[in-house]
């Protein structure tokens, strides 16, 4: 069952990495039913993808569902909110949204978890655009801990993200 499990987690990230937001979210939404003790961490990853698919009533889901484990604490209180901020953004709720994400940002410092700063950025530039007035910093910030880290993948997400019009936003829910 372990190797099951993390074999759905390394898929899902591969799916992830290609583009295939639903494929990921799919495996990362069965990891957590499977798994009790990573369902907070898998739930929040789906999220982010059906959010990078522009999913919300997915992203939605994943959030009840990561609610009803009835775990709390700074981490799953920060994907929490960068959660709800993306909900917000495809529902241009945008004030919401930069709420939503200053809060989790501010939690990922405070942890001292760049990684997880840096995907939440990147959540930003994706769903407020390019031109929102917090797109700079975060994609700044982003940039920063993805080449340090080597993570070219997410250098080229960014960058595609950045490269958007901003009228691609649209305010329809899947």
């Known amino acids: 069952k372990d190797l099951v499990e ?3 987690d390394r898929t899902a990230t591969i799916a992830m990495v290609d583009g295939r ?16 003790l990573n369902a907070t961490t898998a739930l929040a990853k789906a999220a982010r ?15 009840a569902a990561l609610e009803a ?13 960068a959660i709800a901020a993306g909900i917000a953004a495809i529902g241009e709720s945008v004030a919401d949204a930069r709420r939503g994400y200053r809060e989790a940002l501010a939690i990922w410092r405070d942890l001292g978890l ?10 930003l530039v994706l769903l407020l655009g390019p031109d929102d007035p917090d797109a700079a910093a975060a994609s700044d910030r982003a940039r920063g801990v993805f080449t340090q880290l ?18 691609r936003r649209s305010p329809s829910i899947r």
Do not use: N
């Open 114 to 123: 760049p990684w997880d700063e840096a995907l939440t950025c990147l959540d």
């Open 49 to 63: 993808m059906a959010l990078w698919d522009r999913d919300a009533v997915g992203a939605a889901a994943d959030l």
């Open 21 to 36: 937001y639903a494929e990921a979210a799919r495996l990362w939404r069965g990891y957590a039913a499977r798994s009790p």
């Open 69 to 81: 484990t009835g775990q709390h604490g700074p981490p799953i209180d920060a994907g929490r909110a």
């Open 6 to 8: 993390l074999l759905d």
């Open 150 to 167: 080597g993570a070219v993948p997410f250098l080229a997400k960014l960058d595609a993200a950045l490269a958007q019009a901003p009228a």
